[in-house]
Protein backbone atom coordinates (compact mmCIF):
# COMPACT_ATOMS: atom_id res chain seq x y z
CA UNK A 1 0.00 0.00 0.00
CA UNK A 2 1.12 3.55 -0.91
CA UNK A 3 2.09 5.62 2.20
CA UNK A 4 2.36 8.79 2.08
CA UNK A 5 4.62 10.18 4.60
CA UNK A 6 3.52 13.53 4.83
CA UNK A 7 0.37 13.08 6.59
CA UNK A 8 0.66 13.59 10.31
CA UNK A 9 -1.08 10.82 11.18
CA UNK A 10 1.68 8.42 10.06
CA UNK A 11 4.34 10.59 11.27
CA UNK A 12 2.37 10.31 14.59
CA UNK A 13 2.30 6.31 14.29
CA UNK A 14 6.00 6.22 13.42
CA UNK A 15 6.61 8.07 16.78
CA UNK A 16 4.38 6.11 18.58
CA UNK A 17 5.97 2.60 17.15
CA UNK A 18 9.39 4.03 17.68
CA UNK A 19 8.63 5.06 21.15
CA UNK A 20 7.17 1.75 21.70
CA UNK A 21 10.16 0.52 20.23
CA UNK A 22 12.30 2.08 22.35
CA UNK A 23 10.29 1.62 25.45
CA UNK A 24 12.41 -1.08 26.89
CA UNK A 25 15.80 1.01 26.93
CA UNK A 26 15.51 4.33 27.72
CA UNK A 27 13.84 6.91 30.55
CA UNK A 28 9.91 5.76 30.52
CA UNK A 29 9.03 9.79 31.30
CA UNK A 30 10.59 11.07 28.19
CA UNK A 31 9.26 8.37 26.14
CA UNK A 32 5.60 9.13 27.50
CA UNK A 33 5.57 12.34 26.42
CA UNK A 34 6.45 11.22 22.76
CA UNK A 35 3.97 8.71 22.72
CA UNK A 36 1.24 10.76 24.23
CA UNK A 37 1.78 13.67 21.54
CA UNK A 38 2.02 11.11 19.04
CA UNK A 39 -1.74 9.59 20.08
CA UNK A 40 -3.08 13.20 20.48
CA UNK A 41 -1.85 14.09 17.22
CA UNK A 42 -3.44 10.81 15.46
CA UNK A 43 -6.87 11.44 17.40
CA UNK A 44 -6.76 15.31 16.20
CA UNK A 45 -6.84 13.94 12.85
CA UNK A 46 -9.28 11.48 13.19
CA UNK A 47 -11.72 13.75 14.95
CA UNK A 48 -11.20 16.18 12.79
CA UNK A 49 -12.47 13.81 10.01
CA UNK A 50 -15.22 13.03 12.59
CA UNK A 51 -16.39 16.11 12.07
CA UNK A 52 -16.44 16.78 8.16
CA UNK A 53 -19.80 14.61 8.64
CA UNK A 54 -21.02 17.23 11.02
CA UNK A 55 -23.20 20.06 9.87
CA UNK A 56 -24.53 21.28 12.83
CA UNK A 57 -23.09 24.73 13.11
CA UNK A 58 -23.89 25.45 9.68
CA UNK A 59 -26.58 28.16 8.50
CA UNK A 60 -30.02 26.69 7.85
CA UNK A 61 -28.49 23.74 9.46
CA UNK A 62 -29.90 22.07 13.31
CA UNK A 63 -27.68 21.81 15.74
CA UNK A 64 -27.31 17.74 16.86
CA UNK A 65 -29.34 16.39 14.33
CA UNK A 66 -29.09 13.31 12.29
CA UNK A 67 -32.73 13.46 10.72
CA UNK A 68 -32.24 9.75 9.50
CA UNK A 69 -30.06 8.44 12.70
CA UNK A 70 -30.86 10.38 15.82
CA UNK A 71 -29.05 8.55 18.38
CA UNK A 72 -25.78 8.62 16.31
CA UNK A 73 -25.66 12.12 17.72
CA UNK A 74 -25.33 11.06 20.63
CA UNK A 75 -22.73 8.78 19.62
CA UNK A 76 -20.92 11.39 18.00
CA UNK A 77 -20.83 14.03 21.13
CA UNK A 78 -19.68 11.04 23.51
CA UNK A 79 -16.42 11.14 21.40
CA UNK A 80 -16.37 14.62 21.35
CA UNK A 81 -16.31 14.33 25.17
CA UNK A 82 -14.08 11.61 24.89
CA UNK A 83 -11.35 13.39 23.05
CA UNK A 84 -11.77 16.70 24.66
CA UNK A 85 -11.26 14.96 28.76
CA UNK A 86 -7.84 13.09 27.41
CA UNK A 87 -6.30 15.34 25.14
CA UNK A 88 -7.44 18.00 26.47
CA UNK A 89 -7.63 19.80 23.24
CA UNK A 90 -11.53 22.04 23.45
CA UNK A 91 -11.79 22.80 19.69
CA UNK A 92 -14.99 20.96 19.48
CA UNK A 93 -16.72 22.09 23.01
CA UNK A 94 -18.99 24.66 21.60
CA UNK A 95 -20.48 22.45 18.85
CA UNK A 96 -21.03 19.94 21.61
CA UNK A 97 -22.48 21.65 24.04
CA UNK A 98 -24.53 23.48 21.91
CA UNK A 99 -25.84 20.51 19.91
CA UNK A 100 -26.37 18.62 23.16
CA UNK A 101 -28.80 21.55 23.98
CA UNK A 102 -30.58 21.82 20.97
CA UNK A 103 -31.59 18.70 20.67
CA UNK A 104 -32.76 17.90 24.74
CA UNK A 105 -36.36 18.70 23.83
CA UNK A 106 -38.68 21.60 25.38
CA UNK A 107 -38.74 19.09 28.83
CA UNK A 108 -35.04 18.48 28.89
CA UNK A 109 -35.07 14.66 28.69
CA UNK A 110 -34.26 14.08 25.22
CA UNK A 111 -37.75 13.51 23.53
CA UNK A 112 -37.47 16.32 21.12
CA UNK A 113 -41.05 16.80 19.44
CA UNK A 114 -38.99 16.09 15.76
CA UNK A 115 -38.16 12.97 16.75
CA UNK A 116 -39.91 11.80 19.74
CA UNK A 117 -42.86 10.02 17.86
CA UNK A 118 -40.33 7.06 16.47
CA UNK A 119 -37.79 6.99 19.60
CA UNK A 120 -36.28 3.75 20.78
CA UNK A 121 -35.58 3.80 25.01
CA UNK A 122 -32.21 3.11 23.32
CA UNK A 123 -31.71 5.79 21.15
CA UNK A 124 -32.91 8.22 24.14
CA UNK A 125 -30.62 6.43 26.51
CA UNK A 126 -27.38 7.26 24.44
CA UNK A 127 -28.31 10.92 25.08
CA UNK A 128 -28.45 10.56 28.84
CA UNK A 129 -25.59 8.47 28.98
CA UNK A 130 -23.66 11.68 27.26
CA UNK A 131 -25.14 14.21 29.14
CA UNK A 132 -24.06 12.69 32.58
CA UNK A 133 -20.67 11.98 30.72
CA UNK A 134 -20.72 15.67 30.07
CA UNK A 135 -21.52 16.56 33.92
CA UNK A 136 -18.67 13.62 35.29
CA UNK A 137 -16.02 15.08 32.76
CA UNK A 138 -16.92 18.61 34.16
CA UNK A 139 -18.12 20.20 31.16
CA UNK A 140 -19.86 23.35 31.96
CA UNK A 141 -23.64 23.55 32.30
CA UNK A 142 -24.99 26.04 30.13
CA UNK A 143 -26.11 29.32 31.08
CA UNK A 144 -30.35 29.46 31.25
CA UNK A 145 -30.33 25.83 29.56
CA UNK A 146 -30.56 22.48 31.37
CA UNK A 147 -27.96 21.15 33.14
CA UNK A 148 -26.00 18.02 32.12
CA UNK A 149 -27.07 16.02 35.31
CA UNK A 150 -30.77 17.00 35.18
CA UNK A 151 -30.97 16.02 31.69
CA UNK A 152 -29.28 12.95 32.53
CA UNK A 153 -32.18 12.79 34.96
CA UNK A 154 -34.76 13.84 32.80
CA UNK A 155 -33.89 10.72 30.79
CA UNK A 156 -33.91 8.37 34.04
CA UNK A 157 -37.02 9.46 34.95
CA UNK A 158 -38.98 9.44 31.63
CA UNK A 159 -37.12 5.64 31.17
CA UNK A 160 -38.47 4.70 34.81
CA UNK A 161 -42.16 5.03 34.20
CA UNK A 162 -41.81 3.26 31.50
CA UNK A 163 -41.04 0.39 33.26
CA UNK A 164 -43.80 -2.35 31.91
CA UNK A 165 -44.92 -4.77 34.29
CA UNK A 166 -48.16 -5.56 32.14
CA UNK A 167 -45.37 -8.44 30.03
CA UNK A 168 -42.63 -10.12 31.21
CA UNK A 169 -42.85 -9.25 34.84
CA UNK A 170 -41.31 -5.84 33.84
CA UNK A 171 -38.27 -4.33 31.67
CA UNK A 172 -38.10 -2.14 29.51
CA UNK A 173 -39.57 -2.40 25.71
CA UNK A 174 -37.35 -1.36 23.05
CA UNK A 175 -39.49 0.64 21.28
CA UNK A 176 -41.70 3.37 23.19
CA UNK A 177 -44.56 3.62 21.31
CA UNK A 178 -46.85 0.65 19.87
CA UNK A 179 -46.73 1.65 15.99
CA UNK A 180 -43.36 0.67 15.94
CA UNK A 181 -41.36 -2.45 14.77
CA UNK A 182 -39.71 -3.78 18.18
CA UNK A 183 -42.38 -2.44 20.59
CA UNK A 184 -43.29 -6.26 20.97
CA UNK A 185 -39.31 -6.69 22.31
CA UNK A 186 -37.98 -6.23 25.54
CA UNK A 187 -33.94 -5.82 24.48
CA UNK A 188 -30.52 -5.92 26.37
CA UNK A 189 -29.41 -2.35 25.54
CA UNK A 190 -32.90 -0.44 26.56
CA UNK A 191 -32.65 -2.01 29.99
CA UNK A 192 -28.84 -2.33 30.42
CA UNK A 193 -28.04 1.43 29.32
CA UNK A 194 -31.01 1.91 32.26
CA UNK A 195 -28.98 0.19 34.75
CA UNK A 196 -26.04 2.41 33.95
CA UNK A 197 -27.17 5.58 33.97
CA UNK A 198 -29.24 4.03 37.19
CA UNK A 199 -25.68 3.15 38.81
CA UNK A 200 -23.81 6.65 37.35
CA UNK A 201 -26.83 8.99 39.17
CA UNK A 202 -26.61 7.00 42.31
CA UNK A 203 -22.60 7.20 42.63
CA UNK A 204 -23.23 11.02 41.48
CA UNK A 205 -25.72 11.94 44.14
CA UNK A 206 -25.18 9.38 46.65
CA UNK A 207 -29.48 9.13 46.71
CA UNK A 208 -30.33 5.51 46.96
CA UNK A 209 -33.32 5.29 44.86
CA UNK A 210 -31.52 5.59 41.95
CA UNK A 211 -29.44 2.41 43.37
CA UNK A 212 -32.36 0.59 43.85
CA UNK A 213 -33.70 1.02 40.39
CA UNK A 214 -30.01 -0.31 39.09
CA UNK A 215 -30.67 -3.08 41.40
CA UNK A 216 -34.31 -3.61 40.23
CA UNK A 217 -32.98 -3.85 36.52
CA UNK A 218 -30.56 -6.28 36.82
CA UNK A 219 -32.25 -8.54 38.93
CA UNK A 220 -34.20 -8.45 35.99
CA UNK A 221 -32.48 -9.27 33.31
CA UNK A 222 -30.83 -11.82 35.16
CA UNK A 223 -34.90 -13.22 35.72
CA UNK A 224 -34.82 -13.46 31.63
CA UNK A 225 -31.89 -14.54 30.83
CA UNK A 226 -30.67 -11.57 29.22
CA UNK A 227 -27.79 -11.91 31.63
CA UNK A 228 -26.32 -14.90 33.26
CA UNK A 229 -24.36 -14.31 36.69
CA UNK A 230 -22.42 -17.55 36.23
CA UNK A 231 -21.29 -18.05 33.02
CA UNK A 232 -21.76 -14.46 32.23
CA UNK A 233 -23.38 -14.59 28.75
CA UNK A 234 -25.34 -11.77 27.61
CA UNK A 235 -28.04 -12.00 25.72
CA UNK A 236 -29.28 -9.51 23.23
CA UNK A 237 -32.99 -9.28 23.32
CA UNK A 238 -36.32 -11.37 24.31
CA UNK A 239 -39.75 -11.40 22.90
CA UNK A 240 -42.76 -10.45 24.51
CA UNK A 241 -44.60 -12.93 22.25
CA UNK A 242 -43.43 -15.87 23.81
CA UNK A 243 -43.40 -13.73 27.15
CA UNK A 244 -40.30 -13.59 27.29
CA UNK A 245 -39.35 -17.48 27.30
CA UNK A 246 -36.47 -17.16 24.52
CA UNK A 247 -33.42 -15.27 23.73
CA UNK A 248 -31.74 -13.51 20.89
CA UNK A 249 -28.73 -14.51 21.16
CA UNK A 250 -26.49 -12.82 18.66
CA UNK A 251 -23.34 -11.46 20.84
CA UNK A 252 -22.81 -7.43 20.80
CA UNK A 253 -20.01 -6.07 22.63
CA UNK A 254 -22.26 -2.82 24.04
CA UNK A 255 -24.66 -5.20 25.61
CA UNK A 256 -21.78 -6.34 27.87
CA UNK A 257 -20.24 -3.13 28.19
CA UNK A 258 -23.42 -1.00 29.15
CA UNK A 259 -23.90 -4.17 31.98
CA UNK A 260 -19.95 -3.83 33.23
CA UNK A 261 -20.13 0.10 33.38
CA UNK A 262 -22.84 0.04 35.39
CA UNK A 263 -21.78 -2.68 37.59
CA UNK A 264 -18.23 -0.74 37.92
CA UNK A 265 -20.54 2.70 39.31
CA UNK A 266 -22.39 0.25 41.33
CA UNK A 267 -19.22 -1.10 42.73
CA UNK A 268 -18.20 2.43 43.60
CA UNK A 269 -21.14 3.09 45.12
CA UNK A 270 -21.53 0.68 47.23
CA UNK A 271 -19.94 -0.66 50.43
CA UNK A 272 -19.15 -4.05 51.83
CA UNK A 273 -20.85 -7.53 50.51
CA UNK A 274 -22.78 -5.55 47.76
CA UNK A 275 -19.27 -3.87 46.63
CA UNK A 276 -17.45 -7.22 46.57
CA UNK A 277 -21.02 -8.89 44.59
CA UNK A 278 -20.53 -6.23 41.72
CA UNK A 279 -17.03 -6.51 41.60
CA UNK A 280 -17.40 -10.06 40.92
CA UNK A 281 -19.76 -8.48 38.29
CA UNK A 282 -17.55 -6.49 36.95
CA UNK A 283 -14.41 -9.12 36.50
CA UNK A 284 -16.83 -11.87 35.10
CA UNK A 285 -18.60 -9.62 32.26
CA UNK A 286 -15.21 -8.06 31.52
CA UNK A 287 -13.85 -11.60 31.18
CA UNK A 288 -16.38 -12.29 28.52
CA UNK A 289 -15.96 -9.79 26.43
CA UNK A 290 -11.91 -10.02 26.59
CA UNK A 291 -12.91 -13.64 25.63
CA UNK A 292 -14.90 -13.23 22.97
CA UNK A 293 -14.33 -9.77 21.47
CA UNK A 294 -10.62 -9.53 21.78
CA UNK A 295 -9.80 -13.18 19.63
CA UNK A 296 -6.71 -15.11 20.63
CA UNK A 297 -6.24 -15.20 17.03
CA UNK A 298 -5.48 -11.62 17.05
CA UNK A 299 -3.15 -11.29 19.71
CA UNK A 300 -5.87 -10.75 22.41
CA UNK A 301 -5.66 -7.24 22.51
CA UNK A 302 -7.31 -6.17 19.24
CA UNK A 303 -10.82 -5.68 19.92
CA UNK A 304 -13.35 -7.53 17.24
CA UNK A 305 -16.86 -6.85 16.88
CA UNK A 306 -16.97 -10.70 15.71
CA UNK A 307 -20.95 -11.14 15.10
CA UNK A 308 -20.57 -9.05 12.12
CA UNK A 309 -16.56 -8.11 10.78
CA UNK A 310 -15.87 -11.56 9.84
CA UNK A 311 -18.14 -11.22 6.73
CA UNK A 312 -18.18 -7.53 6.76
CA UNK A 313 -22.01 -7.35 6.95
CA UNK A 314 -21.61 -4.65 10.04
CA UNK A 315 -24.34 -1.94 9.25
CA UNK A 316 -23.74 1.82 10.89
CA UNK A 317 -25.24 0.71 14.49
CA UNK A 318 -22.65 -2.18 14.67
CA UNK A 319 -19.99 0.09 13.54
CA UNK A 320 -20.36 2.07 16.58
CA UNK A 321 -20.33 -0.31 19.28
CA UNK A 322 -16.04 -0.72 19.62
CA UNK A 323 -16.51 2.80 20.10
CA UNK A 324 -19.12 2.53 22.98
CA UNK A 325 -16.94 -0.41 24.48
CA UNK A 326 -13.90 0.45 24.55
CA UNK A 327 -14.39 4.46 25.82
CA UNK A 328 -16.65 2.29 28.68
CA UNK A 329 -13.71 0.06 29.55
CA UNK A 330 -12.31 3.16 30.62
CA UNK A 331 -14.03 4.20 32.82
CA UNK A 332 -14.54 0.72 34.24
CA UNK A 333 -10.56 1.07 35.17
CA UNK A 334 -11.09 3.81 36.79
CA UNK A 335 -13.21 3.17 38.71
CA UNK A 336 -12.51 -0.49 39.16
CA UNK A 337 -8.53 -0.51 39.96
CA UNK A 338 -7.82 -4.00 39.86
CA UNK A 339 -9.27 -4.11 35.97
CA UNK A 340 -6.96 -1.11 34.98
CA UNK A 341 -3.63 -3.70 34.30
CA UNK A 342 -6.13 -5.41 32.36
CA UNK A 343 -7.85 -2.49 30.27
CA UNK A 344 -5.42 -0.67 29.53
CA UNK A 345 -3.03 -3.13 27.18
CA UNK A 346 -6.12 -3.63 25.26
CA UNK A 347 -6.90 0.29 24.99
CA UNK A 348 -3.48 1.10 23.94
CA UNK A 349 -3.17 -1.93 21.11
CA UNK A 350 -6.74 -1.49 19.88
CA UNK A 351 -5.75 2.34 19.33
CA UNK A 352 -2.89 1.67 17.65
CA UNK A 353 -4.57 -1.05 14.93
CA UNK A 354 -7.26 1.39 14.78
CA UNK A 355 -4.97 4.20 13.61
CA UNK A 356 -3.16 1.84 11.21
CA UNK A 357 -7.03 1.64 9.39
CA UNK A 358 -7.08 5.47 9.03
CA UNK A 359 -5.32 5.47 5.32
CA UNK A 360 -7.95 5.58 3.03
CA UNK A 361 -9.12 7.72 0.78
CA UNK A 362 -6.23 9.38 0.45
CA UNK A 363 -7.98 11.83 3.04
CA UNK A 364 -7.21 9.58 6.45
CA UNK A 365 -10.69 7.80 6.14
CA UNK A 366 -10.35 4.77 9.09
CA UNK A 367 -11.74 1.63 8.32
CA UNK A 368 -14.16 -0.81 9.87
CA UNK A 369 -12.00 -3.63 11.28
CA UNK A 370 -8.98 -2.74 13.64
CA UNK A 371 -7.31 -6.34 13.45
CA UNK A 372 -6.79 -6.24 9.57
CA UNK A 373 -4.33 -3.26 10.83
CA UNK A 374 -4.79 -1.40 7.66
CA UNK A 375 -7.79 0.10 5.80
CA UNK A 376 -10.38 -2.33 4.87
CA UNK A 377 -12.07 0.00 2.12
CA UNK A 378 -14.90 0.59 4.11
CA UNK A 379 -15.23 4.91 4.92
CA UNK A 380 -18.13 7.06 6.76
CA UNK A 381 -18.69 8.85 10.34
CA UNK A 382 -19.37 5.65 12.55
CA UNK A 383 -16.05 4.39 11.50
CA UNK A 384 -14.18 7.51 12.61
CA UNK A 385 -16.36 7.75 15.49
CA UNK A 386 -15.35 4.41 16.84
CA UNK A 387 -11.99 5.10 16.01
CA UNK A 388 -11.61 8.40 17.93
CA UNK A 389 -12.99 6.61 20.78
CA UNK A 390 -10.26 4.40 21.28
CA UNK A 391 -7.56 6.76 20.33
CA UNK A 392 -8.49 9.34 22.75
CA UNK A 393 -9.17 6.69 25.94
CA UNK A 394 -6.23 5.67 24.79
CA UNK A 395 -3.95 8.14 26.67
CA UNK A 396 -5.76 7.25 30.08
CA UNK A 397 -2.19 5.97 31.55
CA UNK A 398 -0.79 9.16 30.43
CA UNK A 399 -3.65 11.02 32.11
CA UNK A 400 -3.93 12.49 35.67
CA UNK A 401 -7.29 12.76 37.06
CA UNK A 402 -9.33 11.08 34.71
CA UNK A 403 -12.08 9.30 36.66
CA UNK A 404 -15.56 10.89 36.41
CA UNK A 405 -16.03 12.80 39.16
CA UNK A 406 -19.60 13.25 41.48
CA UNK A 407 -21.36 15.63 43.35
CA UNK A 408 -18.48 15.62 46.19
CA UNK A 409 -15.36 15.07 44.08
CA UNK A 410 -15.66 18.63 41.78
CA UNK A 411 -18.48 17.84 39.71
CA UNK A 412 -21.12 21.38 40.04
CA UNK A 413 -23.57 20.09 37.65
CA UNK A 414 -27.15 21.24 38.97
CA UNK A 415 -29.68 18.64 39.99
CA UNK A 416 -32.95 18.22 39.15
CA UNK A 417 -34.37 15.34 40.60
CA UNK A 418 -38.02 16.03 39.20
CA UNK A 419 -36.27 16.65 35.37
CA UNK A 420 -38.14 15.14 32.55
CA UNK A 421 -41.69 14.81 34.51
CA UNK A 422 -43.98 16.20 31.90
CA UNK A 423 -43.19 13.58 29.27
CA UNK A 424 -46.69 11.10 28.97
CA UNK A 425 -45.18 8.08 27.46
CA UNK A 426 -45.38 6.60 30.73
CA UNK A 427 -48.95 6.04 30.68
CA UNK A 428 -48.49 4.43 27.36
CA UNK A 429 -49.18 0.61 29.11
CA UNK A 430 -52.01 1.86 31.21
CA UNK A 431 -55.20 1.67 28.66
CA UNK A 432 -54.09 -2.07 28.22
CA UNK A 433 -53.77 -2.84 32.05
CA UNK A 434 -57.30 -1.28 32.76
CA UNK A 435 -59.01 -2.81 29.95
CA UNK A 436 -57.67 -5.83 30.17
CA UNK A 437 -59.65 -6.22 33.88
CA UNK A 438 -62.51 -6.27 31.68
CA UNK A 439 -63.63 -9.08 29.91
CA UNK A 440 -63.30 -6.66 26.32
CA UNK A 441 -62.87 -8.38 23.39
CA UNK A 442 -59.62 -7.98 21.82
CA UNK A 443 -60.54 -5.83 19.17
CA UNK A 444 -61.90 -3.31 21.91
CA UNK A 445 -58.84 -3.51 23.25
CA UNK A 446 -57.25 -2.72 20.48
CA UNK A 447 -59.18 0.42 20.06
CA UNK A 448 -58.82 1.63 22.86
CA UNK A 449 -55.37 1.20 23.11
CA UNK A 450 -54.99 3.04 19.35
CA UNK A 451 -56.95 5.64 20.31
CA UNK A 452 -55.07 6.31 23.91
CA UNK A 453 -51.77 5.78 21.85
CA UNK A 454 -53.03 8.76 19.07
CA UNK A 455 -53.94 11.08 21.79
CA UNK A 456 -50.73 10.90 23.18
CA UNK A 457 -48.88 11.03 19.70
CA UNK A 458 -51.54 14.60 19.31
CA UNK A 459 -49.95 15.12 22.91
CA UNK A 460 -46.55 15.32 22.00
CA UNK A 461 -46.79 16.72 18.67
CA UNK A 462 -48.34 19.92 20.14
CA UNK A 463 -46.76 19.92 23.18
C1 LIG B 1 -12.73 11.12 2.31
O1 LIG B 1 -13.07 10.77 1.00
C2 LIG B 1 -14.24 9.96 0.87
C3 LIG B 1 -14.35 9.53 -0.58
O2 LIG B 1 -14.36 10.64 -1.41
C4 LIG B 1 -15.44 10.76 1.37
O3 LIG B 1 -16.60 9.96 1.27
C5 LIG B 1 -15.22 11.13 2.83
O4 LIG B 1 -16.27 11.96 3.29
C6 LIG B 1 -13.88 11.88 2.97
N1 LIG B 1 -13.60 11.99 4.39
C7 LIG B 1 -13.05 13.05 4.93
C8 LIG B 1 -12.70 12.95 6.37
O5 LIG B 1 -12.84 14.05 4.31
C1 LIG C 1 -18.21 24.74 12.76
O1 LIG C 1 -17.22 24.21 13.64
C2 LIG C 1 -15.97 23.96 13.02
C3 LIG C 1 -15.07 23.30 14.02
O2 LIG C 1 -15.06 23.98 15.23
C4 LIG C 1 -15.38 25.25 12.49
O3 LIG C 1 -14.17 24.97 11.82
C5 LIG C 1 -16.36 25.88 11.53
O4 LIG C 1 -15.89 27.13 11.14
C6 LIG C 1 -17.73 26.05 12.20
N1 LIG C 1 -18.66 26.53 11.22
C7 LIG C 1 -19.51 27.54 11.46
C8 LIG C 1 -20.40 27.94 10.34
O5 LIG C 1 -19.56 28.08 12.55
C1 LIG D 1 -37.05 20.69 14.65
O1 LIG D 1 -37.32 21.03 13.31
C2 LIG D 1 -37.41 22.43 13.06
C3 LIG D 1 -37.80 22.62 11.61
O2 LIG D 1 -36.88 21.96 10.78
C4 LIG D 1 -36.10 23.10 13.40
O3 LIG D 1 -36.19 24.49 13.24
C5 LIG D 1 -35.73 22.78 14.85
O4 LIG D 1 -34.46 23.31 15.15
C6 LIG D 1 -35.72 21.30 15.08
N1 LIG D 1 -35.46 21.00 16.47
C7 LIG D 1 -34.70 20.00 16.83
C8 LIG D 1 -34.57 19.78 18.31
O5 LIG D 1 -34.13 19.26 16.05
C1 LIG E 1 -18.42 24.52 37.60
O1 LIG E 1 -17.15 24.01 37.24
C2 LIG E 1 -16.71 24.42 35.96
C3 LIG E 1 -15.45 23.67 35.59
O2 LIG E 1 -14.93 22.92 36.61
C4 LIG E 1 -16.53 25.94 35.98
O3 LIG E 1 -16.11 26.36 34.70
C5 LIG E 1 -17.86 26.58 36.33
O4 LIG E 1 -17.69 27.96 36.46
C6 LIG E 1 -18.40 26.02 37.63
N1 LIG E 1 -19.74 26.55 37.81
C7 LIG E 1 -20.19 26.99 38.96
C8 LIG E 1 -21.61 27.46 38.99
O5 LIG E 1 -19.50 27.00 39.97
C1 LIG F 1 -26.50 -14.85 41.03
O1 LIG F 1 -27.69 -14.21 41.42
C2 LIG F 1 -28.43 -14.91 42.38
C3 LIG F 1 -29.74 -14.20 42.58
O2 LIG F 1 -29.54 -12.86 42.86
C4 LIG F 1 -27.60 -15.00 43.65
O3 LIG F 1 -28.31 -15.75 44.63
C5 LIG F 1 -26.27 -15.67 43.36
O4 LIG F 1 -25.45 -15.63 44.50
C6 LIG F 1 -25.57 -14.98 42.22
N1 LIG F 1 -24.39 -15.73 41.83
C7 LIG F 1 -23.21 -15.14 41.64
C8 LIG F 1 -22.11 -16.03 41.17
O5 LIG F 1 -23.03 -13.95 41.84
C1 LIG G 1 -20.36 3.83 52.01
O1 LIG G 1 -19.53 4.29 53.07
C2 LIG G 1 -19.29 5.69 53.04
C3 LIG G 1 -18.27 6.01 54.10
O2 LIG G 1 -18.55 5.34 55.27
C4 LIG G 1 -20.62 6.41 53.22
O3 LIG G 1 -20.42 7.79 53.16
C5 LIG G 1 -21.57 6.01 52.12
O4 LIG G 1 -22.85 6.60 52.30
C6 LIG G 1 -21.73 4.49 52.07
N1 LIG G 1 -22.51 4.16 50.88
C7 LIG G 1 -23.51 3.31 50.90
C8 LIG G 1 -24.24 3.08 49.63
O5 LIG G 1 -23.85 2.72 51.91
C1 LIG H 1 -11.76 -13.47 35.41
O1 LIG H 1 -10.52 -13.88 34.86
C2 LIG H 1 -9.45 -13.86 35.80
C3 LIG H 1 -8.16 -14.11 35.04
O2 LIG H 1 -8.30 -15.12 34.13
C4 LIG H 1 -9.74 -14.88 36.88
O3 LIG H 1 -8.69 -14.86 37.84
C5 LIG H 1 -11.05 -14.52 37.56
O4 LIG H 1 -11.40 -15.54 38.50
C6 LIG H 1 -12.19 -14.36 36.56
N1 LIG H 1 -13.31 -13.81 37.28
C7 LIG H 1 -14.56 -14.18 37.09
C8 LIG H 1 -15.59 -13.56 37.96
O5 LIG H 1 -14.90 -14.98 36.22
C1 LIG I 1 -22.57 -12.65 9.07
O1 LIG I 1 -22.25 -13.49 10.18
C2 LIG I 1 -23.21 -13.45 11.22
C3 LIG I 1 -22.66 -14.24 12.39
O2 LIG I 1 -22.07 -15.41 12.00
C4 LIG I 1 -24.54 -13.98 10.71
O3 LIG I 1 -25.50 -13.93 11.74
C5 LIG I 1 -24.99 -13.08 9.57
O4 LIG I 1 -26.19 -13.57 9.01
C6 LIG I 1 -23.92 -13.02 8.49
N1 LIG I 1 -24.33 -11.99 7.53
C7 LIG I 1 -24.12 -12.10 6.23
C8 LIG I 1 -24.58 -10.95 5.41
O5 LIG I 1 -23.56 -13.04 5.74
C1 LIG J 1 1.30 2.92 32.35
O1 LIG J 1 2.41 3.78 32.18
C2 LIG J 1 3.46 3.54 33.10
C3 LIG J 1 4.51 4.60 32.93
O2 LIG J 1 4.33 5.36 31.85
C4 LIG J 1 4.02 2.15 32.85
O3 LIG J 1 5.06 1.88 33.76
C5 LIG J 1 2.90 1.15 33.03
O4 LIG J 1 3.37 -0.13 32.71
C6 LIG J 1 1.72 1.48 32.17
N1 LIG J 1 0.63 0.62 32.52
C7 LIG J 1 0.02 -0.13 31.66
C8 LIG J 1 -1.07 -1.00 32.20
O5 LIG J 1 0.29 -0.12 30.48
Redesign the pocket.
Known sequence: MHLPRAWPIWNGLLAMLLAGKAAQAINVDINSERVTESIKDAASTVTWGMMTYYHGNESGQIPGAFPDKWWEGAALFLALLNYWHFTGDATYNNELSVGMEWQSGDDGDYMPSNFSSYLGNDDQMFWGVAAMTAAEFKLPDVPDKFSWLSLAQGVFNTQVKRWDTTTCDGGLRWQIWPMQAGYTMKNTISNAGLFQLAARLARWTNDDKYAQWAQKVWDWCMSKGLLNNET?FVADSTSIGDGCSSLGRDQWSYNYAALFTGAAYMYAYTNGSAKAQWL??V??L???TFETFFPPQYGGNVMEEVACEPNESCNRNEILFKGLTTSWMALVATLVPSTYD?IVPKLQTSAQAAAKTCTGNNNNSCGVRWYTWEWDGWTGMEDQISVSNVLSVSLLNYTKDSAPVTSTTGGNSTSNPNAGSHDPSGSIHKPMKITAGDRAGAGILTAVFISSWIALMIWVLMG
Do not use: I, P, V
Open positions: WTAQGLNHM
